[in-house]
């Protein structure tokens, strides 16, 4: 079969200004979700590790464990002030903000269909009418179809009580049809909620039981399980995965 050919990516101030955003957005990211920018479309691996590099010698960018031999990367003080950010988006993340903010890159940078993490800034701007004190941190939105804005919700238990999970999203749709901007949007189909677990047992067990909720309104509920978030959560309750 014919290969793709990959080329290297000169370091400019448009690439680091992608990769700086890029981190602003979802607080920690790993090469592969680097190389899926726009950006840096077609590059090598190897091209996208160096951009990095070249950030980190800025100081612009740092690199933390993430588990076992593998490490993440976020902004520094002088990144942040680039993006002009400031407070707790800053620096290496705690085992539980590492979890959530790895659920979403995989969720939305790292899976077949793209998605696109919506901050507060981005939904005041461009979605006014949602925009209120208090919102969730966990917005993005969906290209494909009529283009969907959804809530994700990471459950990061891998032995959580499932039955609390779909209360859970009882809560958040009670809580959207509250709101009118928000029950126009479902009204229209154009809104989601999707919970994304670790273990694809687990999700088949909180799909069966979201299949039975009443009617919803028309939000579509979807549950996702990302098994690459298993190490992350292993290594921060100190258990060893096993893969046999």
């Not at 000169?10 to 607080?27: N, V």
């Not at 992350?232 to 060893?240: D, F, M, T, V």
Request: proline letters at 6%.
């Amino acid at each position: 079969m014919p290969t793709l050919t990959q080329h290297k990516i000169p370091i400019t101030d448009e690439t680091i200004d992608a990769l700086l955003s890029h981190l602003a957005r979802y607080r920690l990211t790993v090469s592969t979700a680097v190389a899926k920018l726009p950006q840096f479309s077609g590059c090598d691996i190897r091209s996208v590790k160096q951009v990095l590099r070249v950030c980190r010698q800025r100081s612009l960018v740092d690199s933390a464990p993430l588990h076992s031999q593998q490490r993440y990367w976020h902004l520094t003080e002088l990144g942040a002030e680039h993006c002009g950010l400031t407070g707790d988006r800053i620096g290496p993340l705690s085992e539980t903000a590492k979890i959530r903010a790895l659920a979403l890159l995989h969720f939305c940078c790292l899976s077949d269909r793209p998605r696109h993490r919506l901050t507060a800034a981005d939904i005041a701007r461009n979605f006014p009418d949602l925009h209120r004190p208090g919102l969730p941190t966990g917005y993005y939105f969906d290209p494909e179809a009529t283009g969907r804005i959804g809530l994700a919700r990471v459950d990061a238990g891998q032995h959580g009580r499932w039955d609390r999970v779909v209360q859970s999203v009882r809560d958040d749709l009670s809580d959207h049809l509250r709101h009118l901007a928000f029950r126009r949007l479902i009204q229209a189909g154009r809104f989601e909620i999707t919970l994304v677990t670790v273990l694809p047992q687990k999700a088949d067990r909180i799909r069966d039981a979201v299949a039975q909720m009443p009617d919803a309104g028309g939000t579509r509920i979807q549950v996702v399980s990302i098994p690459e978030l298993l190490p992350l959560i292993a290594s921060a309750s100190g258990k060893e995965v096993r893969t046999g």
